[in-house]
């Protein structure tokens, strides 16, 4: 099935702007180490994932009929290789989907040949290494095709960028960045040293990363940390060689995640993602347990059993008996469907939360598998950071308000105590962020903007970039927005 390639031109800006690229884990590395078993909590995620694929004959859905999200696509089979279930029929055929349409995936072909996103093409070679498939397409390799993306001299010397005609469509930005050298850690010449080099001078003065590498050459303020392409970060930099610049900047990093943690163990993202929410829990959560955070990890995992997935137990006899598995984005949008179901203009972000709050669950980390944790010793918590809970929780498109109760949940996360008390605010609010534009929920897998914030940032980019925009040309939805999520 080809992707649906005419697209509104306000609709590509705004997803442009806002959207988040989502980078999962593959589950072998180059010696061959392999991803432990999945816990039953993971296990029933990614059978309701499945079901997902299989509705759409393979892939998952894009946002207009009849159209493919390949994005989410390589998410829902880099969840699978993260599980150590790379074998799964469902991550099989996706697989061989993403493969025979790669052009609609990482370039603008045919609409402009010669382009090459950075983001996109080294998230399929993730999930090509991840699934041991060759990492050639159609006469191309694509490891020596993200290498030569990377700038060798000049002030942005190690950073990876879109191959693109203007550079001011240039989309790639931290996700790529961290993803880039996560794809090339299991390939024979590793991690390029000035690649990490330039993520080290991300690094912003309190331990987080920056997302955005416009302005300064590095990061001078915390204002311009990012929560989830911290994580991402943390994990490409746990992939690479291990100088002491490295290992001061990961134990800066991971105690900068930590002081965001939320008493439930819940994490939230940055600026309209601060609230506590399942996508930036997932990811967090799966950076610091690679890195040896082991009961920070556990407790988020906690979090994401107790307030956002659909178990069993609490879904018998519901709307959302069909549902066992699927992670809401936070409380409120798992009690919603527990009293509707998982209402059609919601299924987007299920899909989404869902791939990503599975990393929680004990997954591997991303790229290499059998990397080394830091030190406790290293790890250096900031004492100012403001935690997650303290920002507001936007309201999803719902009619009845949140229950105060939670959903019944398991008594175990892979042996971990998931007893955590709720978080008030998500007992008391409507606190899931559900985008009803499919368009726009299409992209945002770790923001999760409501419609009336993206509709100001739209109109604000439809006034000012319209013109630009249409002077352009066609572009692949996939190769815009893929670099803005993890």
């Known amino acids: 099935m080809m992707t649906t390639r005419t697209t509104p031109t306000w609709r590509i800006a705004l997803v442009a702007l806002v959207g ?9 590395d180059s010696a061959g180490a392999a991803a432990p078993a999945p816990s039953p909590q993971a296990a029933s ?12 004959g393979g892939s998952m859905p894009g946002f207009t009929a009849g159209s493919v999200d390949w994005g989410l696509t390589a998410d829902a089979v880099l969840a699978y290789v ?32 010669g382009v090459r996103i950075v983001g996109t093409t080294a ?8 699934m041991g498939r060759s990492t050639t397409v159609d006469g191309v390799d694509l490891s020596a095709e993200v290498r030569s993306l990377m700038a060798t001299d000049g002030p942005a010397a190690g950073r990876f960028t879109d191959r693109v005609p203007d550079p001011t469509f240039d989309a790639s930005n931290g996700f790529g960045q961290a993803m880039a050298m996560l794809a090339l850690a299991p390939t024979a ?74 008493a439930s163990g819940g994490f ?30 556990d407790k988020a995992a906690t979090w994401i059993v107790s307030q956002a997935q659909i178990a069993a137990t609490s879904a018998a006899g519901t709307p959302a008996a069909a549902d066992v598995g699927a992670i809401g984005y936070n409380a409120a949008a798992r009690d919603a469907a527990l009293r509707g179901g998982i209402r059609a203009q919601a299924a987007d972000q299920w899909r989404r939360t869902t791939a990503q709050g599975v990393l929680a669950l004990g997954l591997s980390p991303y790229g290499p598998v059998d990397v080394d944790p830091i030190d406790d010793s290293t790890i250096k918590v900031p004492s100012t950071t403001v935690p997650a809970a303290a920002a507001p929780t936007p309201t999803p498109p719902v009619t009845d308000p949140a229950p105060t109760t939670t959903a019944a949940v398991p008594t175990a996360v892979d042996g971990l ?39 100001l940032i739209g109109m604000a980019l439809l006034l000012a970039g319209m013109g630009a925009l249409a002077l352009s040309g066609r572009r692949s939805v996939e190769a815009i927005r893929v670099e803005r999520r993890p």
């Open 20 to 28: 988040s690229l989502a980078v999962l884990a593959t589950g072998v």
């Open 45 to 56: 995620a990614l059978a309701w994932q499945a079901a997902q694929l299989a509705a759409n």
């Open 82 to 113: 993260a599980a150590g279930a790379a074998d799964d029929p469902a991550a099989i055929a996706a697989t061989d989907l993403l493969v025979a349409d790669v052009d609609a995936f990482t370039t603008w072909e045919p609409d402009q040949s």
């Open 123 to 130: 998230k399929l070679l993730l999930v090509l290494e991840g």
């Open 189 to 262: 010449d590793g991690v390029p040293a000035p690649a990490a080099t330039f993520l080290l001078e991300q690094q912003c003065p309190a331990g987080g990363f920056r997302l955005n590498y416009l302005g300064t050459a590095g990061c001078d303020t915390d204002d311009a940390a990012d929560s989830d392409a911290t994580a991402v970060a943390v994990q490409a930099l746990l992939a690479s060689p291990r100088s002491t610049a490295v290992t001061d900047a990961l134990g800066r990093a991971v105690g900068w995640l930590i002081s965001r943690q939320d």
């Open 268 to 297: 939230g993202g940055t600026g309209p993602t601060a609230a506590l929410n399942a996508n930036s829990t997932g990811v967090i959560a799966q950076a610091l347990r690679a890195a040896g955070s082991t009961a920070a990890a």
């Open 417 to 455: 105590d998931s007893g955590a008390s709720e978080a008030p605010e998500l007992a008391t609010t409507s606190g899931a962020s559900q985008s009803t534009d499919p368009a726009v929920g299409a992209e945002l897998a770790f923001s999760g903007s409501t419609n009336d914030q993206l509709l």
